[in-house]
């Protein structure tokens, strides 16, 4: 499976009277089911096209309202041949992630995180480089005040680029990515420190209180949402950490907490940025994974999936103009990203099928 993945629910209304149920009218395992699934997730705002899209084994994709000029915001929605269960093992294995062409190295964070935890995690000389010239208002790579005054630190006065100076640099910023972690799962959203590599400082605190807003709007999952904000520790969950290249950008140092969320039938899937060494500044993706089984009884999984990213680029005078070039590529990476998704849900589905046998 080496299908792109940078997954990072929902936001709809819609009344069940206004679908056009003869898009059910095919012979299919799952038409027969469908038609109630329709009205289960009626608040999804799918229309009959998109419901239609839905039974062929397509993704449906679309752009979403967003919460301030920076950011960018995408549902997608697909149908699975697995449980939630697979669902649940591709996050919690991290096969999600590892097996994304994108990913360049990827691990799981020990239940009380560890430094050891980040050894197999490789900076770059451009990273350690940013990191030894960091300034407020002038730097190549995300940090807080605090963490800037650290890495001058320990690069010394009037540094230079040697091997051991290189090796004090990744030291102490893996020392840090791993108080991020602890310090979160401590305090929530309170340990989230401002950026202030760029001229305005920003607090992805706010801009994630923002987008939990737009999020919690539906009155779905409020207690999950709640969580998210204040209390990382109190439900099933991991952080992970995971280098990342797409396309021509640099690559990407992130930090992710992954909160799994259960609500009767229905499980939801939040995974939230915690830190970005480079271009998002908040993160916040949800998929709401909704079970019924098809006509022949197999499991069938609803996945919706809304994903808001804050990122930098999308700033200043033209960010309007950026963002009207950036979104038909955001709704593609959505698609090809539900699509590996599914394909590593399935096999795992497979897999425990044919161990049963």
């Given amino acids: 499976m080496t299908k792109k993945l940078a997954l990072y629910p929902l936001i709809a209304l819609l009344l069940f009277s206004s679908f056009d149920k003869t898009v059910f009218s095919h012979a299919n395992d799952d038409a027969v089911n469908l038609a109630g699934l329709m009205a289960e997730a009626a608040y999804l705002k799918l229309n009959s096209t ?17 919460t301030q000029e920076k950011e960018m915001a995408s549902f997608g929605a697909m149908i699975a041949e ?91 910023y893996k020392q840090l990515l791993l108080e991020k972690v602890q310090t979160y799962l401590e305090n929530g959203d309170m340990a989230l420190e401002s950026y202030v590599d760029q001229e305005l400082a920003v607090s992805p605190q ?31 969950s991991f952080v992970y950490w995971a280098l990342q290249k797409f396309g021509k950008l640099k690559p990407v140092i992130s930090l992710v907490h992954v909160m799994i969320h259960r609500e009767g039938q229905r499980a939801f899937i939040a995974s939230k940025q915690i830190y970005s060494s480079h271009y998002t500044e908040a993160g916040l993706g949800v998929a709401e994974l909704i079970p019924f089984a098809a006509s022949n009884g197999q499991p069938r999984t609803l996945v919706a999936y809304t994903i808001r990213l804050q990122v930098d680029l999308l700033g200043g005078s033209m960010g309007f103009m950026k963002k009207r070039m950036a979104q038909p590529h955001m709704l593609e990476n959505l698609k090809t990203s539900l699509t590996a998704l599914r394909l590593n849900a399935e096999t795992l589905r497979q897999a425990n099928t044919a161990q049963r046998q």
């Fill in 82 to 172: 697995a449980s939630p269960s697979e669902f649940f093992t591709a996050f919690e294995t991290l096969s999600v992630f590892a097996n994304s062409e994108t990913t360049l190295a990827c691990g799981r964070f020990s239940d009380a995180p560890k430094l050891a935890d980040l050894e197999s995690l490789p900076l770059s000389d451009k990273d350690l480089y940013a990191l030894m010239h960091a300034k407020p208002n002038a730097a190549d790579i995300k940090l807080s005040a605090t963490d800037m005054t650290r890495l001058q630190k320990a690069a010394g006065p009037q540094p230079i680029f040697s091997p051991k100076v290189k090796a004090r640099l990744a030291a102490e």
């Fill in 206 to 236: 706010q801009a994630f209180a923002d987008m939990l807003k737009a999020q919690s709007a539906t009155g779905i999952a409020t207690q999950l949402y709640s969580r998210l904000a204040a209390h990382p520790r109190e439900t099933e």
């Fill in 50 to 66: 998109e419901w239609q899209a839905l039974q062929g084994k397509q993704i449906v994709a679309r752009s979403v309202g967003r």
